[in-house]
């Protein structure tokens, strides 16, 4: 890099010293660390165990196997050799949740693929801009990577001791049948594990790249909250807050760009799935227990966590993106008043006491001098520059998008109304029918 020059976070880290360290007026929190830690460990021991290394030809190949294999050849071998019996338990949803796990599970493996296919991880988690960011940022961003993975496993255990305990209940309740099969094949262990693997693979996937896109908003999070305190200082510089607004606002657009496949399909598919489940159970008279409709609620919980975990980062993004336009605002609502307070000082200093500015000329304009000084951002070329930075960032503060819509509280509240007016909607049905 040229020595000349200077980069924003040169500036930010210059800026927002500490005062109370005169002899190190540079060496405060926010400098940059000496060497990156290693945040892509964790992810690539999750990869491989989920078979999603496409790293080499042979992890590609092993990765489309096991997709193939655990998301569409168990469930629908699952859904014909099962034996239910339909005298006890008349009704079940195994066959219903298939189709939204398989669903999901392929939405998430093609945008893992097309991702490891064009960027790569550490371009997908924007590790390689890293390095110019501050030392807190860095360090909050590890510590946000640590938090993905255990809320990660929040999602994940609960649910699978939970689908656990019910395949154990289901297997024992039902019979697997293959023709030309020996009965002494113990097909109903077989099977389990193959359904139990099946489903672990399936909503891992699902989860993962979720938790991708959380890190994601999570470090964009971490740049405004630095770009925020970098309005604290009163010599903050406007042409240095825009190119860090800039480089922000290029990385929210690359990420909204990439996952808005992903969102948009996966609110669609829990959508449909979740309201045809729900007009089956209350269309149904059959009696709702653990061995029928277990399935069903461990596939709802995952879903709507997924789904949620996914817009509320987005909107709590959008949000920060969006409340930039009143810090600037304020920022410079409080170098224009100041400017003014000083101006207006320094002209009643001058008209107190003439006799003074008579005997004294020389301290006198000294004082004045160093009054003009203490308030320096305050000619109206530096006005007009604060001035277009708040028009600029009044006009691109949208955050997460899907498609020029902004995913902020707004857009929550209209999917809410949304999925509630179709909840209504199914129970008007279902009260009419019955």
Same mark, same amino acid.
């Given at each position: 890099?040229?020595?000349?020059?200077?980069?924003?976070?040169?500036?930010?880290i210059?800026?927002?010293?500490?005062?109370?360290?005169?002899?190190?007026?540079?060496?405060?929190?926010?400098?940059?660390?000496?060497?990156?830690?290693?945040?892509l460990?964790?992810?690539?021991?999750?990869?491989?165990?989920?078979?999603?290394?496409? #790293?080499?030809?042979?992890?590609?190949?092993?990765?489309?196997?096991?997709?193939?294999l655990?998301?569409?050849?168990?469930?629908?071998?699952?859904?014909?050799?099962?034996?239910? @019996?339909?005298?006890?338990?008349? %009704?079940?949803?195994?066959?219903?949740?298939?189709?939204?796990?398989? &669903?999901?599970?392929?939405?998430? *493996?093609?945008?893992?693929?097309?991702?490891? +296919?064009?960027?790569? =991880?550490?371009?997908?988690?924007?590790?390689?801009?890293?390095?110019d960011?501050?030392?807190?940022?860095?360090?909050?961003?590890? +510590?946000?990577?640590?938090k993905?993975?255990?809320?990660?496993?929040? %999602?994940?255990?609960?649910?699978?001791? %939970?689908?656990?305990?019910?395949?154990?209940?289901?297997?024992?309740?039902?019979?697997?049948?293959?023709?030309?099969?020996?009965?002494?094949?113990?097909?109903?262990? %077989?099977?389990?594990?193959?359904?139990?693997?099946?489903?672990?693979?399936?909503?891992?996937?699902?989860?993962?790249?979720?938790?991708?896109?959380?890190?994601?908003?999570?470090?964009?999070?971490?740049?405004?909250?630095?770009?925020?305190?970098?309005?604290?200082?009163?010599?903050?510089?406007?042409?240095?807050?825009?190119?860090?607004?800039?480089?922000?606002?290029?990385?929210?657009?690359?990420?909204?760009?990439?996952y808005?496949?992903?969102?948009?399909?996966c609110?669609?598919? /829990?959508?449909? #799935?979740?309201f045809?489940?729900?007009?089956?159970?209350l269309?149904?008279?059959?009696?709702?227990?653990?061995?029928?409709?277990?399935?069903?609620?461990?596939?709802?919980?995952?879903? =709507?966590s &997924?789904? *949620?975990?996914?817009?509320?980062?987005?909107?709590?993004?959008?949000?920060?993106?969006?409340?930039i336009?009143?810090?600037?605002?304020?920022?410079? !609502?409080?170098?224009?008043?100041?400017?003014?307070?000083?101006?207006?000082?320094?002209?009643?200093?001058?008209?107190?006491?003439?006799?003074?500015n008579? &005997?004294?000329?020389?301290? /006198?304009?000294?004082?004045?001098?160093?009054?003009?000084?203490?308030? /320096?951002?305050?000619? @109206?070329?530096?006005?007009?520059? +604060?001035?277009?930075?708040?028009?600029?960032?009044g006009h691109?503060?949208?955050?997460?998008?899907?498609?020029?819509?902004?995913?902020?509280?707004? !857009?929550?509240?209209?999917?809410?109304?949304?999925?509630?007016s179709?909840?209504?909607?199914?129970?008007?049905?279902?009260?009419?029918?019955?």
């Open positions: 890099m040229n020595p000349s020059t200077t980069s924003p976070k040169t500036h930010m210059t800026i927002n010293s500490s005062s109370n360290d005169s002899d190190q007026p540079n060496k405060p929190l926010l400098q940059k660390s000496p060497k990156p830690p290693d945040e460990s964790n992810f690539q021991i999750s990869l491989k165990w989920c078979a999603l290394d496409h #790293s080499t030809y042979l992890g590609k190949f092993i990765s489309y196997f096991t997709f193939i655990l998301t569409l050849v168990v469930p629908i071998l699952t859904s014909f050799t099962l034996k239910l @019996p339909t005298n006890d338990y008349p %009704i079940s949803f195994n066959k219903l949740v298939q189709l939204p796990e398989s &669903g999901l599970a392929a939405i998430a *493996f093609f945008t893992l693929s097309a991702f490891f +296919r064009n960027y790569g =991880l550490k371009q997908l988690l924007f590790l390689d801009g890293l390095e960011d501050t030392f807190s940022v860095r360090r909050g961003y590890t +510590r946000e990577v640590d993905a993975f255990k809320c990660l496993v929040c %999602i994940l255990l609960p649910s699978f001791f %939970i689908e656990i305990a019910h395949k154990i209940l289901f297997f024992t309740t039902v019979k697997v049948s293959l023709p030309y099969m020996s009965p002494s094949v113990p097909l109903n262990s %077989i099977v389990f594990v193959l359904v139990l693997a099946s489903w672990v693979y399936r909503t891992g996937v699902f989860l993962l790249v979720c938790i991708l896109f959380r890190l994601t908003c999570e470090l964009q999070i971490l740049r405004f909250e630095g770009l925020h305190k970098f309005f604290e200082g009163s010599d903050s510089n406007s042409k240095v807050i825009f190119q860090e607004h800039v480089r922000i606002r290029k990385q929210l657009w690359v990420t909204s760009h990439r808005r496949f992903f969102i948009i399909g609110w669609f598919t /829990s959508t449909v #799935s979740q045809a489940a729900l007009l089956m159970v269309a149904s008279k059959a009696e709702k227990t653990f061995l029928n409709s277990g399935d069903l609620v461990v596939c709802s919980a995952v879903e =709507l &997924g789904l *949620f975990l996914c817009l509320m980062e987005a909107a709590r993004m959008t949000h920060r993106a969006q409340g336009v009143a810090i600037a605002t304020r920022w410079h !609502m409080f170098l224009t008043c100041s400017s003014a307070a000083g101006l207006d000082s320094n002209k009643q200093g001058k008209r107190q006491s003439p006799e003074a008579g &005997g004294c000329d020389g301290e /006198s304009d000294n004082d004045s001098s160093d009054i003009s000084t203490s308030v /320096s951002p305050h000619d @109206p070329s530096s006005f007009q520059t +604060r001035q277009a930075l708040v028009t600029y960032l691109n503060h949208g955050g997460i998008t899907l498609f020029g819509f902004a995913l902020d509280r707004g !857009m929550l509240h209209t999917i809410f109304a949304f999925e509630f179709l909840v209504l909607w199914i129970l008007s049905k279902v009260v009419v029918l019955s």
